[in-house]
């Protein structure tokens, strides 16, 4: 159930996006009276699930078999199709190729521009109806915890990270993606109470991109409630208690605390806690697990001072166009780091495999359209690379004939073209494959 859940989530998803991006073509193609043929979601070689051209119109709607996309088949242009027959012919008043560069220019902008409204629509939409919360940076106030990897780099528990290579850090969950992202040499930490700077050797890079959870929240331990069936039921803990020492050892972190219970299985060691301000110490077990059969807090505002924004109609669109324009500049840099070779992000790059597995396993909307604005983005962004078959190498092409007053000829768009789609195909293959590894290793 969960697959099919991920797989309908992607469908939709994906759906939305290309509907919306192959709109956009066909909207500035028919304001600026050039003829659209075909516009379907889903690719249909050899033939359709369904089709259908209205009376009267030259354009033949229909959704095709083969879900990987869709298409906007615009007459007189060298596009995915590599229909070439038509530009034998002289070109005709309602062709793409007899339109001035700037209208042409417009038409191939369209789906990246649909895509970016789009994106500035769902994150104004998602900010108005759920608002916004996160943990600010500067509310982590029991620092981070670190994984292997981050020990490794130089990075202690209990670190309160502050900036990486200068640039302040605003929300904790974004530590690591900043470190990544921006491939920073240097983190400036509160440790004891003093400032130091952690020296990120950059062959790291790699790891951090491919590591998640680097850094975790260090939380108190602190007891929700005590069971019946507790072995500890009887021993005078209470809700609220917090653990603030154990034997000897001031400690109050779970995650300090946690590796002392299990030195102990099967024993009797010595808790102290804060109640209400006052410090109590009780002979507490631990049992054969290394627990004390309690179930422990887990709220998060209960310990730290998460930002609740919430948004009006009026606030919630300039929010939410900041939010794209933001993650248009994340994904920009993150695309650097696909495209250099020492940082090895190459190997995250993924196909429709990888995105399923980006959407959760149950239906939250909130999520879902969260996820979709970012793909969004993604495919807006993506399609702005200067490769041919892709719109950014049209428009490259079109921005060499407004500057120079100079048209390529068809024939070289062909080949460029021809080039384009083997490129492509090339990174579909490597992201097919990444998939398929990550899923067998």
Known sequence: MDIILKILQVIIALSILVLVH??????????FKIRVEKFYLFFDPWFSLFKHKPKGSDTEYGIGWLPLGGY???????????????????????????????????????????????????YSSTLLAWGEEYLMNKDAVYGVQCNDLALEIGFRNGDRILSVDGITIEKFQNIQIDIARNQAKTALVVRNGDTTIVNINPQYIPAILNTPGMFALRVPFEILSIPDSSLNY??????????????????????????????????????????????????????????????????????????????????????????????????IKELGLIFSPKTEAYKSVGSFIAIGNIFPSSWDWEIFWNITAWLSIMLAVVNLIPIPALDGGHILFLLYEIITRRKPSDKFLEYAQLVGMLFLFAIMFLAFGNDIYRLFK
């Open 22 to 31: 192959e709109f956009g073509h066909f909207f500035f193609a028919r304001l």
């Open 72 to 122: 906007c088949k615009i007459s007189g242009m060298i596009d995915e199709s590599m229909d070439k027959e038509a530009l034998k012919e002289e070109p005709k008043p309602w062709e793409f190729r007899s339109k001035p560069a700037w209208q042409r220019f417009f038409v191939m902008f369209g789906g990246v521009f649909f895509n970016f409204i789009l994106a500035i629509l769902i």
């Open 234 to 331: 009887n021993a005078g803990l209470m809700p609220g208690d917090r653990v603030v020492g154990i034997d000897t050892i001031e400690v109050s972190m779970i995650q300090d605390i946690q590796p002392i219970l299990q030195s102990h299985k099967n024993d009797t060691i010595n808790v102290a806690f804060s109640r209400n301000g006052t410090i109590l110490t009780k002979s507490i077990l631990v049992d054969s697990l290394g627990r004390l059969g309690v179930l422990l807090n887990s709220e998060i505002k209960a310990f730290f001072n998460v930002t609740e924004v919430k948004y009006s109609v009026l606030s919630a669109i300039p929010a939410g166009a900041g939010k794209t324009f933001s993650t248009i500049g994340n994904y």
